[in-house]
Every structure is written in structure tokens, then in C-alpha cells.
């Protein structure tokens, strides 16, 4: 046995403990991350109920050129695009903040309470979101519109039957579901930072917004870029459930993007094969930002995922 | 002595009799048991696990599918316990490919299936070409009523035959059962007329002094509309109504309001006048249909969320009278206890103004898992529940405790009918109709076997008086549409199929969107756009199939059929 693996070994022992608390999540990876991966085969198969993945037929890239031939494929793609960039850059910055915020409240009580507020949104489903949302924009007789109605305006619009208030509503009932959620982690970060910073920041004569600007930013960056950069993963994957409900005839063109199409074709009409080789394609694309990002990262700052 | 006498005499006379009376009884029991000692009517002692796919109609299963009264009594005479699950999922087909691909198909399932153009046919059907559904024929040939989809020929439709049952590439076999068929031979006054709609709040007609044929065309509609709106008519709660609200099952495009230009009604596809098939969306009705909406939405004659409103919204609406016209809905009287709202029939594209049937209703399908042990037991035990015997337990519940039989009509007991009226929620859990129906459910004739239309006719007339006077309201023509409906044959065509299927599917959603755009040009080019994707995407490969399927058998192809697709 050679010196390094007995040095190997040795470290191994010593935190067996901090291994054995890994395990789990390491088993949880393999068992719904890793071993799922094999299914991404029926992209190239044509999936019989009978035969199962492995010995269904081989049918070669015909359904990713049945994807590529499809109308409206481009339209799906630039959706998906423009949601994830919504729901991914344009939101990522929000939980940042919110936690910033909330780490600067003095009043316990209150931060506490602000904290529970905006978590309690991530755990309703998105079903019952919708349906609220549906009722609150409701022509005629929904709050908004009773509101605008009282004031003298316009109270007939049907917001979610308009192309072009659809990703103002999804953006803005996105935000309210997840910023509490989201901020969590950040809020973790801020409060591993060494006190003794803060202390030094004050004695050079830092007020709060300077604490912010020089300890705190600085403390959480690493946090901010590796939840970035994997992030950037879920660009054409942002989920179908909400789209999906959101979905009216009115703003089908903007809704409509590649998660939902893969429902509607993959599970409603079991078109396996073809529903997995769009995702594959998703994942691909996200793997591709990753590598893109971290590069990217890793020349211009010291944060970087490998 | 003498008394002792009389005694012993008395004594012996009590065990002679009581020994008669035991013989007579054993007698007549060893008639109805077997060698086994079963009774004649025994299956297996087993139970049968079943899945339904129907979304929320699983709330109509008891409580307890084992112990109450009806399955208890069934497992007596057969030895068959049946139990289903239902996870309430709100979408049937969805599920239903879900649990196909993940193999969690227990003994028997049940799905939608009107006719084979629905959408979860082709799923269906790939799943028994790909063995995941049992060959059932040997079993059902050995069977009372299920052989007589077999035997008998005019018992179901060419299409439950030719496209779902006994298709010729099955080689023979068979993998599914098409369930709720009419007996063979059926009398038109032996069956019941749904009327689908559109429907008006009685009492807006009686005020307005709308007679059942007076909505004949798209200007009577408009201008009961407009009279709806400026009669200030009000809804429970004080509000005013919506002239023309949405369908009750929940807000989409349907074509009953529409009736003056419903060409291809149902399918989309028809024939024009030289004999040419064609897509509605090549002619110019669909632009008219739209027009005919827009128009209403302009006016504010219509419900600003009628092709989005949910279900719970719509019930709760039309219970409360909030809509003068609804487009579509089936006459139940539970529905409508605020308001009665009555059936009326506009003419349609080619000029009638009926009510189109299908000649050979059908409704669900079941099928026999391909791992299911002794699928035999399975189909004996659904034929069972097919017999007059069986039917007579799911819907009237036990003989002289729930019903009795007077003058060969079935009649429910004042102390059931009593039940029914203080504990409406807790019929299905005493006699589980649905239950029971979701296998036994076929070779129907009611009028015959139990002597009334429809269950309870005779012995509460009151409470179902309004299905009678739904039925007959405005004396109705009915016409009976059969054939394939088109959109069926699109399965023989699966390269096209694939891709073109999920594009016609989009058709309530683009009409819809029409209906909404800003400007009548706007409306005009989703129109024009959607058809171009249906070209690039198949649909004239579509078209000459269903051309030369025509022109070899116009009976073949229906493709003007009821609305309600």
C-alpha cells in the first residue's frame, strides 16, 4: 500500500463520523440524480410499455428532429429563454437584498415576523396561487379591478387574458412566493461573518450602509456566485407548474414554453421518447451556461465552482 | 293424564312439524348451492383491485367498498370483493399514461372512452399492441351478456366493433370492454334523451315570453341576449345576470351558441357541398363563429371569463342564476335547485333544428391487466354485475329492504326513499351505483329490466320530474349521428398523427384568442396562422385520408356529430 492511500485511509478515519453524515445525501444523489440518468436513453428510443427503457427499439435522433421540425419550436425556445432570464437574473438579485434588509432590522420581533411573512407563500402550491391570482385580476368583480373601478378607471381589463401583462403577473407572483424562501441561504451566509469585521468596520468610521458595502457584500459573495452559477443550470428549466396554470387562449404565446410543452406532449399524450429528448436538450443547454459561467467566473473573480 | 297426554302429543307434533320445516328449507337451499356448497351465481373467493381514471368522479365510490350492504350481499353470492382507488387526479389521461409507463396497473382499470376519437384512445391502444392489457375474447365468449358484444351484431356500434373491440389488428383478441352500450333492439321510448343545451333560466323565458323553438338563429340569440341585459334581471344574491355565461363544467370554446355555423360539428371536419372534405377552419364559419363572440364580448353580452372561468365558479354562478343562457350542461336536477334553467336547440349549419344522438351511446372503457391472475374470475364477475340480477344490486340496492318489485316495476321503499331526502350524501355509501357500474354498466335497457326510464321514476315522480321535462321540454327531434367520428382515423396515420394531433388539439385555445385579439384583422390572422401550422404539421395528408375513406364508404366517417366533443 502506498503512502498516499494509507494517508488517504487515515483521514478517512479520522472524520468517519462527517462521512457517515454524508452519506445520506450522498445515496439521496445516486439513488434520484444519478441512476434517472439511464432513462435518458428513451430520447433515442421508442418507449413500449412492454419492453421498458432497455429493451424498447432504438430509433436513433428522430424525435430531437421532430423537435427541430416542429413550428414552433423557436417560439418555445425564446420563451423559455426569456422566462428563465425573468425568474433566474432578473429575480436573482431580489433575495439578495430582502436578506440585507432583514439582517439590518434591529427590532427582533418584527425581523422575525417578516421572516415568517415572506416564507409562508413558498409552501402554498401553485394551484392554489393561481387560483388566487385568477381571482384578484378578475375582470369586473376582482380586487384590482373593483380598486381601479372606485378610483374611476378602467375596471373591465382582463389581465391574465392579455399577452401583455402575463410575465409582469407571473414575475410579480413568482417574487411573492419565493423571495422569503430564497433569502434563507443568504441569510445563513450573513450570519457566518466574523463579528470582529463589523467591529473593525466601525472603528474606521463605517455607518450601516458602509458595514453592507464592505463586510457584508464582501462576506457572502462566494455564497452569491456558486448559487449563480448553478442556478444559470435552470435557464431553459423553470418549472411547469405555474406557466401551465397561468395559461389562458389570451396568453398562450407568452406562456407557453418548452416545460409545458413537454407536459402536454410527453405525460398527456405518452410521448415519452420525444418528451425526453426535449429535456435532455434542456439539461444540455443548462450544463453548457454552468461550464460558460464558471469560467467566466473563475477568470474575472476567485469564485468558481471547480 | 290426560293433560300429559295432550302434553307428549303437542310435543311431537312441534318436532314433526319443525323437522318438515327444516328438510323443506335444506331443500330448497341444496337448489341454489352448489357441490361446493356456493350459491349458482359464485365466482372465486377473491378480491379484485381496480383503477379508475375518471379525475374527481371517484368521489362517487363509497366510503367503505367492502362492508356496506350491496358489496357485502355481492361477495355472498359470487365470493368477489371489489374495491377501486382513485386518486382524484384532476386528469384523467395524464394518470392514466403515468401509471402505464410506470407499470402500476392493478387488476383492472377503467378510463374515459365515448368513441375512439378521443384523446385517450391512442394511449389505450398502444398499451394493448404492446401487451399491457389482457386477451379477454375466450373469457367473454363463455359469457351470458358480455359475449353478445361478440355474438351479437347489432348490439354495438361499428366503431366500439371495428375500432376499439374487435380491430383487425388485435389478430382476434380482445383487450377492451366499451362500457354503457344500449341493448340491442332497444325501443326509442325505452331510452333517455339527454339534452345538452344551450339552456336559459326559466324564468327569464317565461318573462321575456320565449317560446322552446323561438332561439332559432344567431340574430334570435343576439337579441335574447340583448333583452337578458336590458331586462335587469338579477341573481340570487341581487346581482345583475351575465346574458350568456359559461358551460357549468368550466369556461371553453364550445359550438352550441354558435349553432348557425357549426360546420363539422365536433370533429371540425365535414364535406362541403360537392362532396370535398374540408376543415372548418377552410371555410368561412369559423371566422363567423368568432365575429358572432366578438360581438358579444363587445357588448358586454357575454361573461368577460367564459372560456377561462373554473368549474367550481361556474356551478356556483349558474346555481345562483347569474347567467340568462349557459351553453352547455346535462339535465340533473340536483343542479339547479335555485334556478330551472330550460333546453333549447338553434339550427344548425345545414339547416335542422335537432338534437343529434349518437345512435349507439357508449361511455368508459375497461381492460384486464396482462399480470392479473385468473382474468377469467374478472370477466365472470363484470358479467355478473351486467345481469339483470347484478344491475338490480347496484342500483336498487336489497330486495325488500331498499325496493321492492310491484307488477314487474322496481320500487324503492318509503323508509329508503325517506334516507334519500335527509341523507343525500350517504346514498352512494348504501347502494354504490357507481361502484357497480364501472363494470356492469352495458346491455342496457332499464325501462325493460326494471320497468321505468331511469332509476326511481316510478317511485318518486316529483323529485325526477325534471328530467322528464328536460327530456320533452319544447318536444324536441332527435337524430341519431353514427359512423366513425373522423378525428379517429388519424390513428392510422401515426407519423402524421404525431405531429399533427397536438396542433388540432390547440383549436379551442386559438379559437378562443381570436375571440379576444384587438382588432377583427388580428382575429383574422391567428385564424389564418393556425391553419398554416395545421398545413405544415399534416393536415392535408389528414384530409385525403379521410377522403378516400369517404369516397369508398360515406357511412364510414361521421363528421357531424353531437357538440359535446
Known amino acids: ?22 452519506l445520506p445525501c450522498i445515496v439521496w ?11 435518458l436513453i428513451v430520447a433515442f428510443k421508442e418507449f413500449k410499455y412492454n419492453m421498458g427503457i432497455l429493451r424498447s427499439p432504438w430509433v436513433g435522433l428522430y424525435y430531437f428532429k421532430e423537435f427541430f421540425n416542429y413550428y414552433n419550436t423557436p417560439h418555445l425556445i425564446l420563451n423559455t429563454f426569456f422566462v428563465g432570464f ?26 422575525k415576523f417578516a421572516q415568517t411573512i415572506s416564507y409562508l407563500p413558498y409552501f402554498l402550491s401553485w394551484v392554489v396561487v393561481s387560483a388566487f391570482v385568477f381571482r384578484v385580476l378578475a375582470p369586473n368583480d376582482g380586487l384590482l379591478n373593483q380598486i381601479i373601478g372606485k378610483l374611476g378607471g378602467n375596471s373591465e381589463i382582463f389581465y391574465m387574458m392579455e399577452k401583455k401583462y402575463f410575465y409582469q403577473i407571473m414575475f410579480l407572483s413568482y417574487l ?5 424562501w430564497s433569502s434563507i441561504i443568504y441569510l445563513a451566509a450573513i450570519s457566518g461573518i466574523n463579528p470582529e469585521l463589523y467591529e473593525a468596520a466601525e472603528v474606521d468610521g463605517a455607518n450601516n450602509f458602509w458595514k453592507v458595502i464592505h463586510v457584508t457584500i464582501p ?4 455564497t452569491i456566485g456558486i448559487i449563480f452559477i448553478l442556478s444559470l443550470g435552470d435557464i431553459l428549466k423553470t418549472g411547469f407548474e405555474q406557466n401551465f396554470l397561468f395559461r389562458t387562449p389570451g396568453n398562450m404565446d407568452a406562456a407557453d414554453i418548452l416545460d409545458t410543452y413537454v407536459i402536454r406532449t410527453g405525460l398527456m399524450r405518452g410521448q415519452f421518447g420525444y418528451a425526453t429528448a426535449i429535456g435532455m436538450l434542456q439539461g444540455i443547454v443548462g450544463l453548457i451556461f454552468i461550464i460558460i459561467a464558471n469560467k467566466l467566473a473563475r477568470m474575472y473573480t476567485e469564485v468558481s465552482l471547480w | 293424564m290426560k293433560r300429559k297426554c295432550l302434553s307428549i302429543i303437542l310435543v311431537m307434533l312441534v318436532i314433526v312439524f319443525t323437522s318438515q320445516l327444516l328438510w323443506a328449507t335444506g331443500k330448497q337451499e341444496k337448489k341454489e348451492v352448489s357441490k361446493e356448497g356456493h350459491p349458482s351465481t359464485w365466482i372465486a373467493n377473491r378480491h379484485i383491485k381496480g383503477r379508475i381514471f375518471l379525475e374527481n368522479d371517484g368521489e362517487l365510490l363509497p366510503k367503505d367498498q367492502v362492508n356496506n350492504p350491496v358489496a357485502q350481499k355481492i361477495k355472498e353470492m359470487t365470493g368477489i370483493t371489489l374495491t377501486w382507488r ?22 383492472v382499470i377503467v378510463s374515459y372512452l365515448d368513441h375512439s376519437g378521443r384523446p385517450e384512445f391512442p394511449v389505450l391502444l398502444k398499451a394493448a399492441r404492446e401487451g399491457m392489457f389482457a386477451d379477454i375474447r375466450p373469457y367473454l365468449e363463455k359469457t351470458k351478456i358480455l359475449s353478445k358484444y361478440i355474438t351479437d351484431p347489432n348490439f354495438a356500434s361499428k366503431d366500439t366493433r371495428e375500432n376499439i373491440m374487435l380491430r383487425k389488428d388485435f389478430n382476434g383478441a380482445i383487450y377492451f370492454v366499451h362500457m354503457n352500450l344500449l341493448r340491442s333492439g332497444i325501443k326509442d321510448s325505452e331510452r333517455i334523451h339527454w339534452r345538452f343545451g344551450p339552456w336559459i333560466r326559466e324564468d327569464i323565458a317565461k318573462a321575456l315570453n320565449i317560446g322552446p323553438k323561438d332561439i332559432k338563429t344567431q340574430d334570435d340569440l343576439y337579441n335574447v341576449l340583448l333583452r337578458i341585459k336590458k331586462g335587469n334581471f338579477k341573481d340570487a344574491n341581487g346581482k345583475a345576470v351575465y346574458p350568456l355565461g359559461p358551460r357549468l363544467w368550466g369556461g371553453y370554446w364550445i359550438s352550441t351558441v354558435v349553432r348557425n355555423y357549426d360546420f363539422g360539428n365536433g370533429t371540425r371536419f365535414d364535406v362541403d357541398s360537392s362532396g370535398k372534405v374540408k376543415y372548418l377552419l377552410e371555410t368561412d364559419y369559423a371566422w363567423k363563429q368568432v365575429k358572432f363572440y366578438r360581438k358579444l364580448l363587445e357588448e358586454g353580452l357575454i361573461h368577460p371569463e367564459y372560456f377561462t372561468m373554473d368549474e367550481v365558479r361556474c356551478k356556483e354562478n349558474t346555481l345562483n342564476g347569474s347567467f340568462g343562457v349557459i351553453p352547455w350542461s346535462m339535465a340533473r336536477k340536483l343542479e339547479y335547485k335555485v334556478y330551472n334553467y330550460i333546453p333549447f336547440e338553434m339550427i344548425n349549419y345545414k339547416g335542422e333544428q335537432v338534437v343529434y344522438e349518437k345512435e349507439k351511446p357508449a361511455d368508459k372503457v375497461w381492460a384486464i391487466s396482462a399480470k392479473a391472475k385468473n382474468p377469467e374470475e374478472i370477466v365472470k364477475f363484470a358479467d355478473f354485475l351486467a345481469s339483470k340480477e347484478g344491475k338490480a344490486l347496484w342500483y336498487y340496492g336489497l330486495k325488500g329492504v331498499d325496493y321492492t318489485i310491484k307488477d314487474g316495476k322496481y320500487l324503492f321503499t318509503p323508509k329508503w326513499l325517506e334516507f334519500t331526502k335527509t341523507h343525500p350524501e350517504q346514498v352512494k355509501d348504501v347502494i354504490p351505483t357507481f361502484w ?11 325501462k325493460k329490466d326494471f320497468g321505468e326510464l331511469w332509476v326511481g321514476l316510478n317511485s318518486d315522480k316529483e323529485d325526477n320530474k325534471l328530467l322528464l321535462y328536460d327530456m320533452n321540454y319544447g318536444n324536441p327531434k332527435f337524430k341519431y349521428w353514427k359512423g366513425t367520428p373522423a378525428p379517429s382515423y388519424l390513428s392510422k396515420i401515426p407519423d402524421v398523427e404525431f405531429k399533427l394531433k397536438p396542433v388540432l388539439d390547440e383549436y379551442r385555445d386559438i379559437m378562443a384568442k381570436a375571440v379576444y385579439a384587438k382588432s377583427d384583422e388580428e382575429a383574422k390572422k391567428i385564424l389564418s396562422d393556425y391553419l398554416e401550422n395545421l398545413k405544415k404539421s399534416g393536415l392535408d395528408d389528414f384530409k385525403k385520408l379521410l377522403q378516400d375513406q369517404y369516397d369508398k364508404d360515406p357511412d364510414s366517417i361521421a363528421f357531424y356529430i353531437d357538440g359535446t366533443y
Open chain 1, 86 to 111: 425573468l425568474k433566474i437574473v432578473l429575480f436573482f438579485p431580489l433575495p439578495v437584498i430582502f436578506a440585507l434588509m432583514l439582517n439590518e432590522v434591529g427590532i427582533r420581533l418584527f425581523k
Open chain 2, 86 to 107: 382513485s386518486t382524484g387526479y384532476p386528469n384523467g389521461l395524464e394518470e392514466l399514461t403515468m401509471a402505464l409507463a410506470s407499470g402500476d396497473i392493478p387488476d
Open chain 1, 176 to 180: 411573492w412566493k419565493n423571495l422569503g
Open chain 1, 219 to 222: 462576506g457572502i459573495r462566494s
Open chain 2, 436 to 446: 357497480g357500474a364501472l363494470l356492469g354498466s352495458t346491455w342496457l335497457n332499464h
Open chain 1, 1 to 22: 500500500m502506498n503512502r498516499r492511500l494509507k494517508k488517504s485511509i487515515r483521514i478517512f478515519y479520522r472524520f468517519r463520523i462527517l462521512y457517515l453524515m454524508l
Open chain 1, 29 to 39: 444523489f445516486i439513488i434520484f440524480n444519478y441512476v434517472p440518468m439511464v432513462g
